[in-house]
């Protein structure tokens, strides 16, 4: 059982250049989200998703797009990237009714120059 | 939202119990009090929830106060392993559904000496 897996788990990129940091998970889940850690910071919800289709913004979401075309996987995309992006990504995910723990990837370490 | 306010920093050691201490007076009756807790260089790990009980599963103990203003993650008996951010969230009671989201503060650095 896989759980959550991101890739790739470290990247570094030139001002401007455009990527996309994948995630995938293999366990049904209907919730989807992604976060970003800065430096002894806890963590901030980027954008989410409660299923195929449907995306919403969280707290930090300029700079950042995201979509949702299977219930396995949900990337994210810098479209040109900026210094201020370098940081930590986290992708989580969790089944929607009750109270469901999110099961987290490993993170994305993202170095913007 | 409601809050949590943690201390930053606790140190305990090995085979010995720690108390995580979170304080969240502006809670609502509806709110689930959740911890997680973040090993070096991992992503958040769910710990436990709860929301007037005291619980226990085999990972630690929730102690939730009367009046629901405070709550106590309990490890039993620390490991070196042990050693992480804890976080203290409230999950808020999003009507039918549970996918309110996770607002992380800065959490309480445990530090577990041998």
């Known amino acids: 059982n896989a759980g959550v897996t991101q890739t790739p788990k470290f990247q570094v990129l030139k001002t401007g250049q455009s990527m996309t940091l994948q995630c995938a998970q293999d366990m049904n889940h209907e919730y989807m989200s992604w976060y970003r850690q800065d430096p002894g910071m806890g963590l901030r919800l980027i954008h989410y998703s409660v299923g195929a289709g449907i995306t919403d913004q969280g707290e930090v979401p300029n700079g950042y797009n995201v979509s949702r075309s299977t219930t396995e996987d949900f990337p994210l995309r810098l479209l040109s990237a900026a210094p201020s992006q370098t940081s930590v990504y986290f992708c989580a995910s969790s089944r929607i009714q009750g109270f469901q723990p999110q099961h987290f990837g490993d993170g994305t370490r993202l170095s913007i120059l | 939202d409601a809050k949590t306010t943690q201390p930053n920093s606790m140190e305990s050691n090995e085979e010995e119990p720690v108390h995580l201490p979170c304080n969240h007076s502006t809670i609502s009756g509806t709110d689930y009090i959740h911890w997680y807790r973040q090993l070096p260089s991992q992503g958040p790990e769910y710990v436990i929830h709860?929301?007037?009980s005291n619980v226990n599963n085999r990972m630690a103990s929730l102690a939730i106060a009367e009046d629901r203003k405070s709550s106590t993650l309990i490890l039993h008996r620390a490991t070196l392993r042990d050693a992480a951010v804890y976080y203290c969230i409230l999950r808020v009671n999003a009507g039918g559904t549970s996918y309110g989201k996770l607002t992380f503060g800065q959490g309480t650095i445990l530090t577990v000496h041998p």
């Open positions: 709860g929301l007037t």
